[in-house]
T-cell receptor, first 114, second 115 residues
Framework: DQQVKQNSPSLSVQEGRISILNCDYT??????FLWYKKYPAEGPTFLIS?????DKNEDGRFTVFLNKSAKHLSLHIVPSQPGDSAVYFC?????????????FGTGTRLTVIP | DTGVSQDPRHKITKRGQNVTFRCDPI?????LYWYRQTLGQGPEFLTY????????KSRLLSDRFSAERPKGSFSTLEIQRTEQGDSAMYLC?????????????FGPGTRLTVL
């Protein structure tokens, strides 16, 4: 049962434009959400996170939005750069679930076209 | 380099052989996690340690898998009698429970190929 879903396997964006990556979750007990970026043959690299008490968190070119009522979050990258081309994973965890592990989506491959 | 390190980076083995992977977490991180990632999927949780205690195991962790963290620092993951279905990227992550954020930091992974 996939509790975190990324329904778009791929996304292509022109350099300089905005990239929007989406993520949905089903477990209302999740209270912390993270985005990781992954290059081939490397481990996931932490990008940005958001707690369920917030609806927005910004770090430079990266902004994560959380809509708890819709159980939806999105990652905005602006402006997109060719070096952003990677697979992006959405992850969630919930202390109240009694588990400390992360639940991951299946990833979205972002290609930024120069 | 103070990040999470894993060794080896690649392992090719024949079906039925035993393999062991090592993970060195970020210094002072007291939680250590093992995940497995297969092609087209996100990482899936296997097990985690707080200090030297193994606190949780996923149902993915069959009895052929064993993990240890004897001194609360590095950890090893052993797979006995490997099967072709064990081929995957094995990822280690560490976390500080004393930190103000719930962020796990991942190592580069060990890619296992079972022939």
């Amino acid at each position: 049962d996939q509790q975190v879903k990324q329904n778009s396997p791929s996304l292509s964006v022109q350099e300089g434009r905005i990239s929007i990556l989406n993520c949905d979750y089903t477990n209302s007990m999740f209270d912390y959400f993270l985005w990781y970026k992954k290059y081939p043959a490397e481990g996931p690299t932490f990008l940005i996170s958001i707690s369920s008490i917030k609806d927005k968190n910004e770090d430079g070119r990266f902004t994560v939005f959380l809509n708890k009522s819709a159980k939806h979050l999105s990652l905005h990258i602006v402006p997109s750069q060719p070096g952003d081309s990677a697979v992006y994973f959405c992850a969630a965890r919930g202390r109240k679930t009694g588990a400390n592990n992360l639940f991951f989506g299946t990833g979205t491959r972002l290609t930024v076209i120069p | 380099d103070t990040g999470v390190s894993q060794d080896p980076r690649h392992k090719i083995t024949k079906r039925g052989q035993n393999v062991t992977f090592r993970c060195d977490p970020i210094s002072e991180h007291n939680r250590l996690y093992w995940y497995r990632q297969t092609l087209g999927q996100g990482p899936e949780f296997l097990t985690y340690f707080q200090n030297e205690a193994q606190l949780e195991k996923s149902r993915l962790l069959s009895d052929r898998f064993s993990a240890e963290r004897p001194k609360g620092s590095f950890s090893t993951l052993e797979i006995q009698r490997t099967e072709q279905g064990d081929s995957a990227m094995y990822l280690c992550a560490s976390e500080s429970v004393a930190g103000v954020t719930d962020t796990q930091y991942f190592g580069p992974g060990t890619r296992l190929t079972v022939l």
